[in-house]
């Protein structure tokens, strides 16, 4: 296969080959199609790593979609974009591990177009990822030279690697990066997916949060909606504006409370910062926190310190 190609594996759970797979393989682009049974028999019989796996879960039994979630959790598949094609009522009922594992979430019946089209996207997305990792230092480098910056993100793992990345280019990055991952997320649960902080507790008291974050994302009114995160470079130290499509908060309840010298907490774990991650932002990663508008925009500051400049 070319290294320009396409390259995507397509896996049916049905007895029999859907007929879209087949008007996908007609199209030009570079796709391979195989049983979802076959797969997790003798995953190490595929010629080449795919870019993309592609996977029709229209009949998938609960033994079956344990096992493809532990075949892709191979560290062969690690930077594999896995897209799942499913009902969405059906969300609730699949395997932890594989919802947690895909990239992209396809509602039934299959859509030729969309499959076509997010394969493209998810392939550019290696190109470009590759290329990232590979002169990463560069990008950086270039991130530091730049005195603004504006990036789009909808779904948790953009969220994820956007914060990754600028995080670099703060003088403390482990900090930046938890408080920009904790304020990019609250963006699209409570602001553009409108989950509330009573109903979030419930579904992670459920095990149920990444489910709805998928459903949600699925919804053709919620699930257009994008976020923004937006950065200033200055000489007395560097802004990011993180803002949202929803109906705004009120987050005075939050920040009224905070304490003036609050206690230095570990950073380790932040999935555990449900009710205190605006607090833990406020208080431990930025020098400065304020919510604008209806409160779904946050601004938020890194002063630059005299022996730790930004721009190096």
């Known amino acids: 296969m070319s290294s320009n190609a396409e390259q995507a594996l397509l ?40 870019r993309v796996i592609v996977v029709d879960l229209t009949q998938c039994s609960p033994t079956l979609n344990n096992r493809l979630a532990d075949t892709l959790g191979d560290s062969r598949f690690t930077d594999v974009s896995l897209v799942l094609l499913l009902n969405p009522d059906d969300i609730e009922t699949m395997v932890p591990g594989l919802l947690a594992q895909a990239s992209e979430i396809l509602p039934l019946p299959i859509d030729v177009d969309a499959v076509r089209n997010t394969v493209t996207d998810y392939h550019r997305h290696y190109q470009q990822k590759k290329a990232l990792s590979e002169d990463l230092n560069s990008v950086v480098h270039s991130l530091k030279a730049m005195t603004k910056g504006s990036f789009t993100y909808r779904t948790l793992s953009e969220a994820k690697s956007l914060s990754q990345l600028l995080s670099l280019i703060c003088p403390n990055s482990s900090d930046a990066a938890v408080g920009l991952l904790e304020l990019m997320i609250n963006s699209i649960e409570h602001g553009n997916l409108e989950i509330s902080f009573e109903e979030k507790g419930q579904l992670l008291n459920a095990g149920r949060w990444q489910s709805e974050i998928l459903k949600r994302l699925l919804d053709p009114d919620l699930g257009k909606r994008s976020a923004t995160i937006e950065f200033v470079q200055t000489p007395d130290g560097i802004s990011f504006t993180i803002s949202d499509e929803g109906p705004g908060f009120n987050v005075s309840e939050y920040l009224d409370a905070l304490p003036q010298k609050p206690k230095r907490m570990s950073l380790d774990n ?8 605006i607090q833990v932002a406020k208080q431990i990663c930025f020098d400065d926190l304020e919510y604008l508008g209806r409160g779904n925009q946050v601004k938020v500051s890194i002063l630059r310190q005299a022996d730790n400049g930004l721009l190096q």
């Open 11 to 50: 896996l049916y759970s049905t007895e029999q080959q859907p007929p879209a797979f087949d008007h996908l393989t007609e199209t030009g682009s570079n796709f391979s199609i195989l049983s979802a049974n076959a797969f997790v028999e003798t995953p190490h019989m595929i010629a080449e790593d795919p």
């Open 270 to 277: 932040f999935t555990s910062f449900h009710g205190r991650g």
